[in-house]
């Protein structure tokens, strides 16, 4: 072996040792890093799990299902709407929501009409098959209480199908409603509305959102069928009494707080696996809802960003759960100006969450302005006139008058021979004169509210 071919390997071992003592070190560097990341965001995971903590607010299924009122099994309206689901027929088929909207455009025309020949067939068909199912509603309706579950933990191709069967029952009970206003059974067709605005409950506090939106949806279709019956038929005072306080119990306080708690709730229910180890939920995974293989589970060297995200999402959802929690208009003018979202979660959800909460508003509204609209009605068939203000209302129909929701000031009301009208100024919050009629087309009336024709005088 020559001298030259000596002098070369140990160079190149020398550049291998270097090599290797370099990619150790930057191993090691990159090893302490990632120690003191994961460090420093489990720190922060457990500060903001701390401040949950501290202010009471669930963190389980099981915390949540802790705040709702006890519901004793006599008192309990869900079993009923389990069944009246269960019984449906045709729920999701054309012919419900043709028979629904032909009713209620012939009701609505001037003078009010009634479907003939196939379509009034169809309709008494589509009621006696569905007869089961409209008396498990009564007997739900005259529930107190009411434990529903929409079905999360089956998944939400499982939760969407139940939902739109909450919506075909909606349309179905208000069907039945028009029919019994235009038969003449007024108060029958009031009871038929005020069954519809209970079995509303089953969507009171579910964990998702889509949940709300179903229920705000419907709530105006109430509001759009009361219309309807108090155009075209003659409620007793103590009928439109009772349909009065539905609409305003309608509208409960601090139910938007509500969904964000339960949407928090989920949130960390899906990310247990990734909050495994660094911090504790108070107890083991709920079994009931299994949810948490839906989001990633974290290994060594991903768990530090997988905590950074999830400190990003309880920071977001503690922001959204403070501002959902304040009333109208503040909660309106508190979300849409929330400001930008700090994580992944906030991004996605803010803009639909700003959007929720404007229909939301537009649903206190026309609940709000429905309950008034009953109201007014009340002291005209009372007195044979209409009130000059809304203020002639008070005490006799109500102990306060609720107030708009865009701008918390009074509802607001115009009258002449023909109709009267109550309404919101809207999401525009310029007063448009009661503009709340939808033309040809459907869009969006520039205020919120409802016209009543007087063709029902008397």
Same mark, same amino acid.
């Given at each position: ?75 309990? *309206? ?54 089961? %199912? ?67 409950? %089953? ?42 306080? *539905? ?10 707080? $509500? ?50 995200? *999830? ?50 508003? $537009? ?17 005209? $068939? ?16 109500? $102990? ?59």
């Amino acid at each position: 072996m020559s001298v030259q071919e000596t002098n070369v390997r140990p160079r190149w071992r020398r550049i291998l040792r270097g090599f290797t003592l370099v990619a150790l070190s930057l191993f090691l560097i990159i090893l302490v890093g990632r120690l003191a990341w994961g460090y420093v965001e489990a720190r922060r995971l457990r500060e903001e799990i701390s401040k949950i903590q501290a202010a009471g607010q669930p963190m389980t299924f099981k915390d949540l299902n802790a705040t709702l009122p006890k519901v004793d099994e006599r008192d309990d *309206a869900g079993p009923y709407y389990q069944a009246a689901m269960a019984l449906l027929r045709d729920g999701g088929s054309t012919p419900l929501w043709d028979a629904y909207n032909a009713y209620l455009d012939a009701l609505s025309k001037s003078p009010a009409s009634r479907p003939a020949g196939a379509t009034a067939e169809q309709i008494d068909l589509l009621l006696k098959d569905n007869a089961l %199912t409209l008396d498990m509603l009564d007997r739900g309706a005259k529930c107190p209480g009411c434990r529903f579950d929409i079905g999360v933990e089956n998944g939400m191709g499982y939760c969407l199908e139940r939902l739109s069967r909450v919506r075909a029952i909606a349309r179905l009970v208000g069907l039945r409603a028009l029919v019994r206003a235009s038969n003449g059974d007024a108060d029958g067709a009031v009871d038929s509305l005020i069954c519809m605005l209970k079995m509303l409950r %089953t969507l009171d506090d579910q964990p998702v959102m889509i949940c709300f939106m179903v229920k705000v949806a419907c709530t105006s279709l109430a509001s759009m069928n009361a219309k309807t019956v108090l155009e075209t038929s003659q409620p007793s005072d103590s009928a439109m009494g009772r349909l009065q306080e *539905a609409f305003l119990a309608a509208d409960p306080p601090r139910s938007m707080e $509500r969904v964000m708690l339960t949407e928090r709730v989920l949130g960390l229910e899906i990310m247990r696996d990734t909050l495994a180890g660094s911090v504790s939920l108070g107890g083991p995974r709920d079994t009931a809802t299994n949810l948490s293989g839906q989001f990633p589970a974290s290994g060594f060297w991903s768990r530090p960003m997988m905590q950074h995200m *999830a400190v990003g999402y309880l920071q977001d959802s503690a922001r959204f759960v403070s501002n959902a929690g304040k009333p109208w208009p503040d909660v309106l003018m508190a979300i849409q100006g929330s400001g930008e979202a700090r994580s992944t979660f906030g991004q996605i959800v803010a803009p639909p969450l700003a959007k929720m909460c404007t229909l939301t508003a $537009r649903a206190v509204a026309d609940s709000r302005c429905t309950a008034v609209a009953i109201m007014v009605e009340r002291y005209r $068939r009372t007195h044979g006139r209409l009130p000059e203000t809304l203020a002639d209302l008070v005490p006799d129909y109500v $102990r306060s008058l609720p107030v708009d929701p865009f701008t918390g000031k009074d509802l607001l009301y115009r009258h002449d021979e023909r109709s009267y009208v109550v309404y919101s100024v809207g999401e525009d919050q310029t007063d448009n004169g009661g503009a709340v009629d939808r033309d040809e087309q459907h869009h969006q009336p520039q205020d919120d509210g409802i016209r009543i024709r007087l063709r029902a005088a008397g």
